[in-house]
C-alpha cells in the first residue's frame, strides 16, 4: 500500500503583535519536501518520523508530502496560509493514487481570515482523496479541536504528555492504524466531545496531579474494548476564535455510536472536575521569595506570560529586572528574544564589556528594556542539537545568538523565537546550568523535560506580558460561547450519544 505523509503546524495566537511569516515556516531544519521528507532517519521524537518509522516497519511505501513546522507565534496571512495548504495538496496530487493519508498538524493553527487552519486543511485534502480512504490526524495536546477537523478526519489521535514526549509514539501508533485500516483489519470510528473550559497551563503537566488523574480516564478507557484510541486535548487558549477549549476524542472499531457516548463520558468526567484546572497566579517576586524560603536550589521561575511557546514575543524583562534587583550570583535568564542585542554582541566582541539595552521592545506590555554593561562571553550562529528527552536529536537554530554577564546575572539573547526545553543550547554558550542557583526560564512546562532533573524548587509565574493566565484579562471577542473560569454561568451541552 501506499501512504501519503506530511504536515503543516502552526500553534496560532491572535494577541501577540507579530504576525508569523512564510520565512518562519521555511527555515533550514523544518522545512521538507517531497525526497527531504523521505530520507528522515525517523529517529527524532516528533510526530512525522513516527510516521516514517511505523510505516517503514509495516514495509509500506511512502508518499511524502509537506512538513512545514513554524514557532508559535501571531497569525499568519491567508496568503501564507493558502501558499502552504496548496504546496502540501500540489505534492498530494502528484502522488495519486494513494492508499490512506497521515497529516501532523498542530490542532491550534489559525489564520488572519481562517479561525481553524487545521480544518481548512483536512476539509481540502479530504475534497481531493474523495470521502472513502482513510485520512488520519495527530495534534498537539493544546489543541482547538472544531468540526471541520472532525467532520473530515477517519481518526484523530492527540498527544498524551506535557511536556510533549510521545510524539513520535502517537505518530507511530497512527501509522498501525492506518495500515490496519487499510488492510481491512479495522474501521475507526470517531466520537468528540467539545468542552467549554480554559486550563491553567501549570495544571497539564501530566507527570503530576490532577492532569494525571485525567491521562489515568483517558487510558483506562484505552482499555477498554474496541476502542483504538481515546485523547484529551485541553486547548489553546490564546486563539480568538469559536473552536477554543477544551475537547475528548475516541476512536472505536465500527461503532459510532459507542465512540461518541464514551467521548462523552470523558468529556462528563473533565467538566465535573473543572475547578482542579484551575491554580491561582504567582508573581515572579513572590515565587522568588517562596524559593529562597525552601532554599532548595536552583530555584526556577517559569515565564508562563512570555513564554514563545505559547506564542508571546520572549522578550519581557520582569524576571531579568528582579534578578539585578536582587544582586543575585549564579543566575540567568533564557532566553530573550533581541536581534538588536546579540548583533550588539557581536559588535562588542567576546571577552568585552559593553552597554546593552535588554529586552522590552516588542510592546509596552514587556519592557522598558533594560540597560546593561555586560560582558559578552560567548557568541554562536544558534546551531544545536537537542538531546533531552523532548526533542532529543532534533537539530535545529535559534539564529544568532549571544551570552552576555552582568554581575552574577547572566542573559542568553537569540534571535528566532524558542522556549528553553533542555541544556542542550546553553552547553553550546559555555553556560552549565546545573551549577546556576537561579533560573528565569520562559517556558510554561515544556522546560522540565530537561530542567527538570535538575530543579531544587520550580514556579510558575506570571508576569506582565501578553499570555497572561488570567484569562478574564484577555480581550476575546468572538469566542462565540461562554468559557470556564471566565463566564460563571456556563452552560456544558453534551452531543448526542
Not at 475547578?275 to 524559593?291: F, H, I, M, R, V
Not at 546593552?356 to 509596552?364: D, I, L, Y
Not at 531544587?456 to 506580558?465: E, K, P, Q, R, Y
Request: proline share 5%; net charge negative; with cysteine.
Amino acid at each position: 500500500m501506499k501512504i501519503a505523509v506530511g504536515g503543516i503546524e502552526h500553534e496560532s495566537s491572535n494577541f501577540t503583535p507579530v504576525e508569523t511569516p512564510l520565512s518562519m515556516f521555511q527555515r533550514e531544519l523544518h522545512y521538507f519536501e517531497g525526497s527531504q521528507l523521505s530520507a528522515r532517519a525517523g529517529d527524532t521524537n516528533t510526530i512525522v518520523d513516527g510516521f516514517l518509522t511505523g510505516l517503514r516497519e509495516h514495509n509500506q511505501q511512502i508518499a511524502p508530502l509537506l512538513w512545514a513546522k513554524a514557532p508559535s507565534g501571531g497569525q499568519p496571512t491567508l496568503e501564507t496560509h493558502e501558499y502552504l495548504k496548496n504546496r502540501l495538496l500540489d505534492r498530494l496530487r502528484d502522488q495519486l493514487p494513494v492508499d490512506g493519508v497521515l497529516l501532523s498538524l498542530h490542532g491550534a493553527y489559525s489564520v488572519q481570515g481562517v479561525d481553524d487552519g487545521d480544518g481548512d486543511i483536512t476539509k481540502a485534502v479530504r475534497e481531493l482523496i474523495g470521502p472513502e480512504l482513510p485520512l488520519i490526524t495527530v495534534h498537539d495536546l493544546h489543541s482547538n479541536i472544531g468540526p471541520d477537523m472532525v467532520d473530515n478526519a477517519t481518526a484523530l489521535i492527540v498527544e498524551d504528555t506535557y511536556p510533549h514526549t510521545d510524539m513520535a509514539e502517537r505518530g507511530y501508533e497512527a501509522a498501525d492504524m492506518i495500515v490496519r485500516t487499510v488492510a481491512g483489519k479495522l474501521r475507526p470510528t470517531l466520537g468528540w466531545c467539545s468542552i467549554p473550559i480554559f486550563w491553567n497551563a501549570a495544571r497539564m503537566v501530566t507527570a503530576e496531579s490532577p492532569m494525571a488523574d485525567a491521562m489515568e480516564q483517558v487510558f483506562a478507557m484505552e482499555r477498554e474494548p474496541d476502542v483504538l484510541s481515546a485523547s484529551l486535548s485541553v486547548g489553546y487558549q490564546w486563539a480568538d476564535v469559536p473552536v477554543a477549549g477544551a475537547s475528548t476524542l475516541v476512536v472505536t472499531h465500527d461503532d459510532p455510536v459507542g465512540a461518541q457516548r464514551k467521548a462523552n463520558d470523558l468529556g462528563r468526567w473533565v467538566w465535573n472536575h473543572r475547578n482542579d484546572w484551575l491554580c491561582q497566579s504567582l508573581s515572579a517576586s513572590e515565587g522568588l521569595t517562596e524559593g529562597q524560603r525552601l532554599g532548595k536550589y536552583p530555584i526556577i521561575l517559569a515565564d508562563q506570560a512570555d513564554n514563545p511557546g505559547g506564542g508571546a514575543p520572549s522578550d519581557s524583562t520582569e524576571i531579568l529586572r528582579l534578578f539585578l534587583d536582587h544582586d543575585l550570583q549564579d543566575a540567568a535568564v533564557l532566553y530573550i528574544v533581541d536581534r538588536e542585542s546579540v548583533q550588539r554582541a557581536q559588535q562588542t566582541g567576546v571577552g568585552n564589556v559593553g552597554d546593552f539595552q535588554v529586552g522590552g521592545k516588542s510592546h509596552e506590555l514587556v519592557g522598558p528594556p533594560v540597560a546593561l554593561t555586560a560582558e559578552v562571553l560567548a557568541l554562536t550562529d544558534g546551531h544545536f542539537v537537542y538531546d533531552g528527552p523532548m526533542f532529543k536529536n532534533l537539530e535545529t537554530s535559534l539564529g544568532d545568538s549571544a551570552l552576555i554577564r552582568q554581575g552574577g546575572v547572566h542573559v542568553v539573547l537569540i534571535s528566532v523565537p524558542n522556549q528553553p526545553i533542555d541544556l542542550a543550547f546553553a552547553r553550546t554558550l559555555g553556560l552549565d546550568c546545573t551549577k546556576m542557583q537561579y533560573l528565569g526560564l520562559k517556558s510554561t512546562v515544556h522546560f522540565r523535560s530537561g530542567f527538570g532533573p535538575i530543579a531544587g524548587s520550580i514556579f510558575n509565574v506570571d508576569t506582565t506580558s501578553l499570555m497572561t493566565q488570567n484569562f478574564s484579562k484577555l480581550p476575546f471577542q468572538r469566542l462565540g460561547r461562554k468559557i470556564f473560569p471566565i463566564d460563571a454561568d456556563v452552560e456544558f451541552q453534551l452531543e448526542e450519544d
